[in-house]
């Protein structure tokens, strides 16, 4: 029997129970957190559907909200529904799978957000949904909550209403919002595992994320994983201590295996402190990442939804400073690094170089480190992957760090932080990877190598470069060209040309540009319409300022149907319009219509989500090629001037176009009849 065949006959002899591990040995993959604190419109199914090509390139897991009902707009963490509402804030079921089909297509593992501490109920304290899946009816009790569940306020309205609770108290913290499930009941056991096989091999996602696992004991996550067999599995447990952590990591053993990896909060709050504190020898510490024993079930993170700075009144515990130095930090290290949306979005660039280069030296979960110094303004280590070295500068003077210039070579570098790559590596690298750029946009092309002395030889238009393409030194700039660019770059040493990289760069500077949103009721019979609007840049606001919103006067003749029609500026390239689309005085509304950026064609359906707002259906393909409509306008509204931040500056009682509106006005932004104005 040769080696391989006897390799994957004895992995198939192996245990059930054995072959689900809580997180995958040498694992070299990110994850993202594909959201932030009401992120609503960011997180969208489709938003996030629409991202995956890019995000495949750095990441191979993305974790998403909890993804049921939860009877109204909400981040998921007070569940309501299992199985059969998944028509969430979100976006729609369907919405959902296809998001989880395309990133899955593009090697994109979809994880879980799994609120199984506790649950809510529907109409009292205790009667939660009956809900049937493959036949079977799953519901849970009133005897399936904790005895002593809201510190006794459940028992006693139990006692008076005539139901019975669990005997059994809580075998960890709890929550007053919901009810705290008894997990040694076998009926909550059996809703839990029908619940989880449901995500994993229905909905296809790939992994779960345990919210809250200090709510009940951890012996509970190692029966649910070893029957669920999720490939990725983590629980937040929520405490710095590492005794702990790892107490809980331990105790989801089962026949001595580990089942579930937890959130490095030690590592985080070591980061928090160096950052916050400008002190950057915090990061000398004993976390989960650190530790060779758990660095493999440790996920890292900077900052997460219960961290991050919500708003002046819910300020958390948020990182102040440094962003990208914590992340470099983070992203250079052993276990798997969890990059936080908000920080993607800002910090693309860089975030996507340091993955890159985490990849390029085979850094994994479980690989080697050391650290080379340690001082209040900076904090050196190397970590030592599959295929190199990757020698890492934080702190507030690790711009002016240089290593041994005969080993390293200067590969990225941004705020606060530096990257190093062994020079024999032997391979050219650029300081912008590969994305969207505005005009303008320079890139700086670097030369990793033995030979100090090396030249660069690149091209522009996708052949790959030889020894006669275009030459240049190590750190020359380039400035990209307007439109789509495809940049190769390799090194030019003893007359080989080696090393190369590719990257793409679309370029361009953003016109603004005008979009119609078009919306047919007839099958709900609205003979009028008001519309809410928001979102984007804040310039689409309605006038008026309080529901139902403002009248839409103007409709399309369209296909034999009646739309009524609504006119709207995009002024940016991540600007966009959310609409509630209302009737009969704002009494019958439509669920919300999220990220709206270009000419739209929306019919208002008889559907209904479970909060009895009806469901709306984007038919704009079948139109995308339709004969210009015929236009017509009811009597205009009155125009009302105001300024950006929403102070009205003029009200006329008749309708008057922007010119005449902001006729004696400085110049500036103004919104105008509804859309953003310049006045020059």
């Not at 489709?46 to 009902?69: C, H, M, R, T």
Request: hydrophobic share 35%; charged share 20%.
């Amino acid at each position: 029997m040769n080696k391989k065949l006897s390799s994957l006959v004895a992995a198939l002899a192996l245990p059930a129970a054995l072959m689900a591990q809580g997180w995958p040995a040498n694992h070299q993959g990110v994850m993202l957190q594909g959201f932030y604190w009401n992120s609503f419109d960011a997180s969208h199914w489709k938003n996030l559907e629409s991202q995956a090509d890019e995000l495949a390139q750095y990441f191979n897991l993305v974790w998403i909200p909890q993804s049921g009902n939860c009877g109204g707009e909400s981040m998921g963490y007070d569940d309501l529904y299992w199985f059969n509402n998944y028509q969430s804030a979100f976006g729609s079921e369907q919405e959902l799978r296809s998001m989880i089909g395309k990133l899955k297509q593009k090697g994109i593992g979809t994880i879980a957000d799994v609120v199984i501490n506790h649950r809510k109920t529907l109409t009292n304290w205790v009667d939660f949904p009956k809900e049937t899946y493959q036949g079977k009816t799953y519901q849970l009790l009133s005897t399936d909550i904790c005895k002593d569940d809201c510190g006794g306020q459940t028992a006693s309205w139990a006692a008076a209403n005539g139901y019975a609770l669990s005997n059994n108290n809580d075998t960890g913290e709890g929550v007053t919002f919901a009810r705290d499930l008894d997990h040694n009941s076998a009926n909550v056991q059996k809703n839990v595992k029908a619940y989880l096989h449901f995500l994993l091999n229905d909905m296809g996602y790939a992994g779960v994320r345990y919210d809250m696992v200090k709510g009940y004991a951890a012996k509970f996550t190692a029966l649910y994983n070893a029957d669920a067999k999720p490939t990725f599995s983590v629980g937040e447990y929520f405490d710095g201590n590492k005794q702990l952590l790892t107490n809980w990591i331990n105790g989801t053993k089962v026949n001595g295996v580990i089942q579930s990896a937890a959130f490095d909060f030690n590592t985080r709050y070591a980061v928090r402190d160096a950052t916050n504190y400008s002190n950057w020898t915090k990061l000398d510490h004993d976390g989960l990442a650190t530790d060779p024993t758990y660095a493999r079930y440790a996920v890292t993170f900077v900052e997460n939804h219960d961290t991050e700075r919500r708003s002046a009144s819910e300020q958390q515990d948020p990182i102040k400073r440094d962003t990208l130095a914590a992340n470099a930090y983070i992203l250079a290290m052993p276990g798997t690094p969890c990059v936080f949306l908000k920080h993607w979005i800002d910090c693309k660039a860089d975030i996507k170089n340091m993955i890159l280069l985490r990849n390029l030296t085979g850094i994994n979960n479980q690989s080697a480190w050391k650290r080379n110094g340690s001082s209040v303004a900076r904090y050196i280590f190397t970590t030592t992957g599959t295929k190199g070295r990757l020698h890492v500068a934080v702190g507030s003077s690790a711009n002016t760090y240089s290593p041994d210039a005969n080993t390293w070579a200067l590969a990225a570098e941004g705020h606060h932080y530096r990257y190093f790559l062994e020079r024999t590596m032997q391979t050219a690298w650029t300081s912008l990877p590969s994305g969207h750029y505005d005009e303008g946009a320079t890139v700086t092309l670097r030369a990793i190598a033995t030979d100090k002395n090396a030249q660069l030889v690149y091209t522009l238009d996708g052949t790959d470069p030889t020894s006669q393409s275009t030459r240049a030194n190590n750190g020359a700039t380039l400035r990209l060209p307007e439109g789509n660019t495809t940049l190769k770059v390799a090194l030019l040493t003893g007359g080989k040309v080696l090393g190369t990289v590719t990257r793409t760069y679309q370029v361009q500077a953003f016109k603004p540009y005008n979009i119609s949103v078009n919306v047919n009721t007839d099958a709900v019979g609205w003979t009028s319409m008001y519309v809410w609007s928001w979102g984007g840049d804040g310039s689409h606001n309605p006038t008026a300022k309080s529901w139902p919103g403002d009248r839409v006067t103007t409709t399309t003749k369209l296909d034999g149907k009646t739309w009524y029609t609504l006119h709207y500026a995009i002024n940016a390239k991540d600007d966009y319009v959310n609409f509630v689309f209302n009737s009969s005085n704002g009494s019958v509304q439509t669920a919300n219509v999220q990220n709206v950026k270009r000419t739209s064609y929306l019919v208002v359906t008889a559907s209904k989500d479970a909060s009895g707002h009806y469901l709306v259906k984007d038919v704009s393909d079948k139109y995308a090629t339709a004969i210009a409509p015929i236009t017509t306008t009811k009597a205009h509204r009155p125009t009302t001037v105001t300024s950006i931040d929403g102070r009205t500056l003029r009200r006329f009682s008749t309708y008057v176009d922007a010119a005449e509106a902001t006729t004696g006005l400085p110049a500036g932004l103004y919104i105008v009849n509804g859309a953003k104005v310049a006045k020059p």
